[in-house]
T-cell receptor
């Protein structure tokens, strides 16, 4: 069964450093999402791509976060500089089409700890 | 704005007994409802969804959920719980008015005791 791949699985960094997370969606999925999940809460959408274009980044803290999906396949989420409050699980998801009814499939996540 | 409430942080049930995990929602249009399960240090796994049609939706691993429009609820159920069902369960909703984000509840931790 095809899965969403993410790396690294765990990342520990010091505040003010830069970090990057990578996601490879299920083959053929045009829509890709990045979520942040703080401990004890549900995931919250950071950014959504349709192919290589950003569809929604209204919740992305653009002063320190950036995301790209240059060729419309895999994607990178970057934080620079990292802050203590960024410690969370970062989840990537993909879906076949852009649409309210389509199921999103999640990767295993990257757990970020900022010291 | 759409929202989801999972009123129970924790649900405990004995193995073999039926389980229910509650979810209520609020949307401006018609809801599309989803249930996901999360095991420790893992991503979310899709269980089932309601889009339209029959109010009783069957999903993976023997789970089912009932859509109740009048009560704005979408409770997750299973007739006979297994210890391996112990995990964190999330309800999520989007409405049908365009490309709105999927909004998740805070999650309910299910503990099945042998």
């Amino acid at each position: 069964e095809a899965e969403v791949a993410q790396s690294p699985r765990y990342k520990i960094t010091e505040k003010s450093q830069a970090v990057a997370f990578w996601c490879d969606p299920i083959s053929g999925h045009a829509t890709l999402y990045w979520y942040r999940q703080i401990l004890g809460q549900g995931p919250e959408l950071l950014v959504q791509f349709q192919d290589e274009s950003v569809v929604d980044d209204s919740q992305l803290p653009k002063d320190r976060f950036s995301a790209e999906r240059l060729k419309g396949v895999d994607s990178t989420l970057k934080i620079q500089p990292a802050e203590l409050g960024d410690s969370a699980m970062y989840l990537c998801a993909s879906s076949f089409i852009l649409g309210s009814t389509d199921t999103q499939y999640f990767g295993p996540g990257t757990r970020l700890t900022v010291l | 704005a759409q929202s989801v409430a999972q009123p129970e942080d924790q649900v405990n049930v004995a193995e073999g007994n039926p389980l229910t995990v509650k979810c209520t929602y609020s949307v401006s249009g018609n809801p599309y409802l989803f249930w996901y399960v999360q095991y420790p240090n893992r991503g979310l796994q899709f269980l089932l969804k309601y889009i339209t049609g029959d109010n009783l939706v069957k999903g993976s691993y023997g789970f089912e959920a009932e859509f109740n429009k009048s009560q704005t609820s979408f409770h997750l159920k299973k007739p006979s719980a297994l210890v391996s069902d112990s995990a964190l369960y999330f309800c999520a909703v989007r409405d049908n008015s365009g490309n709105t984000p999927l909004v998740f509840g805070k999650g309910t931790r299910l503990s099945v005791i042998a």
